[in-house]
């Protein structure tokens, strides 16, 4: 008796009847192509998501910096890149965060410099081989966004050996980033004050940071394309190379004064210690507030005190360098006195007293000509008011 079974099975015979057995291999035969199609397509709809991911993730990005770039201040630089200075502006360089990130080997703890109440400095290196700071604001608001596009905008302008130099910025991230020269040996006021950091300055050097501080306060007051008043000249805000050569930094608080103004009324800026006193009661802002602040400055280089130390019974270095008689240090007498007595008349609480940073400038080059002069010993001499 002839039996049939279904398509693909094999029929077996057995006594009185049959049975069907299935076949694998023609079941296996049908589901590798099956199995296959299935495969391919689960990899299809995984690279497809995969791709939709990454698409969605660029645009998340993309809209993100866009809204990063005008939080930080990207449509007022804009503006200013179209002013009269928009070619100053245009030779800065706005760096790609992934850049930065890996100039700094992603802002690692090991590349920091220093910290700040307002941000960190990381070491890195650009694209191109320079040695860079990177300084990343901590946290961003309005008003720090006015100061950092301020800064950019009045660095942009100024190109003077003793003031740092300020390559580019990024505005595509949270917080904005500034990218400046690397000046590789610390701030004057860590030479001056910390103890695990002695100072080894000489004499020699002392004198010339305080004329190149003037010489570079001088250029910004007279000889910029306008007058800038920087308002945070302080120890901490001088950075020295190698060579103790000085370099001016951080201008957020600075001001640009076109040339028909003497004065600026702003909100009182400054530091504790370095403000003057009649800029503070006035709030009229002039170039003679950071002659002050340069006295200040030039009392620490004389004496290593601190601006502001609980040891004098919290009168600030200012008010006892005024009543101190003289100042021992390793220099000539005649110099040191010459030195002291220019830094008390920079210290008069009445600005129209003090002389301009231009005259500073002349005085302090004066005395380390006078000084270079084998045998000579001719006193050095303020000409000015008392």
């Known amino acids: 008796m002839k039996h049939k ?36 397509a689960i990899l299809i709809f995984v690279a497809m998501g995969v791709w939709v991911w990454r698409k969605l993730k660029n645009i998340k990005e993309r809209k993100m ?40 080997d992603k802002f690692s703890e090991n590349r ?6 307002l941000g960190t400095v990381y070491k890195g290196m650009s694209s191109d081989g320079r040695i860079v700071a990177v300084k990343k604001a901590n946290i961003i608001d309005v008003s720090q966004v006015a100061q950092f596009i301020n800064e950019v ?10 003031i740092v130099k300020l390559f580019g910025c990024c505005l595509e991230t949270e917080v904005p980033l500034h990218v400046y020269e690397y000046v590789s040996n610390g701030t004057l006021s860590n030479h001056l004050h910390d103890k ?33 008043f ?56 002039n170039d003679k507030s950071d002659v002050y602040a340069f006295g200040v400055v030039l009392a620490e280089i004389l004496t290593g005190q601190k601006a502001i ?14 009543l101190a008689e003289a ?18 008349i920079c210290l008069k609480i009445n600005a129209r007293k003090r002389p301009t940073m231009k005259e500073v400038a002349a005085e302090l080059d004066q005395l380390r000509k006078t000084k270079e002069i084998p045998g000579h010993q001719e006193s050095f001499a303020w000409s000015g008011p008392m």
């Open 5 to 40: 079974c279904p398509i693909g099975n094999v029929c077996v015979n057995t006594e009185g009847g049959h049975f069907c057995w299935p076949n694998y291999r023609h079941h296996i035969a049908l589901l590798i192509p099956l199995g296959t199609g299935l495969a391919v």
């Open 65 to 104: 910096k866009q809204i990063f770039f005008k939080r930080n201040g990207g449509l007022l630089l804009q503006q200013q890149i179209s002013s009269y200075a928009a070619r100053l502006l245009l030779e800065l360089t706005l760096f790609k965060i992934e850049e930065l990130e890996k100039a700094t």
């Open 112 to 117: 920091i410099l220093g910290k700040g109440g």
């Open 153 to 162: 905008f009045i660095l942009a302008q100024i190109n003077h050996r003793n």
């Open 196 to 228: 695990s950091n002695i100072s080894t300055i000489s004499w020699e050097n002392r004198l010339r940071i305080a004329a190149e501080i003037a010489g570079a306060l001088a250029y910004l007051h007279s000889s910029a394309t306008t007058a800038i």
């Open 230 to 285: 920087h308002r945070d000249i302080k120890s901490s805000n001088i950075l020295l190379d190698q060579n103790y050569k000085a370099v001016i930094s951080d201008f957020g608080l600075s001001r640009s004064v076109s040339i028909d103004k003497t004065h600026l009324t702003t909100l009182v800026g400054g530091t504790f210690g370095y403000l003057d006193p009649e800029y503070f009661q006035s709030g009229q802002l």
């Open 309 to 322: 130390s609980s040891g004098r019974d919290d009168m600030g270095l200012a008010s006892w360098f005024r």
């Open 327 to 344: 100042v021992v240090l390793e220099g000539k007498e005649e110099e040191i006195f010459a030195v002291a007595k220019l830094a008390k």
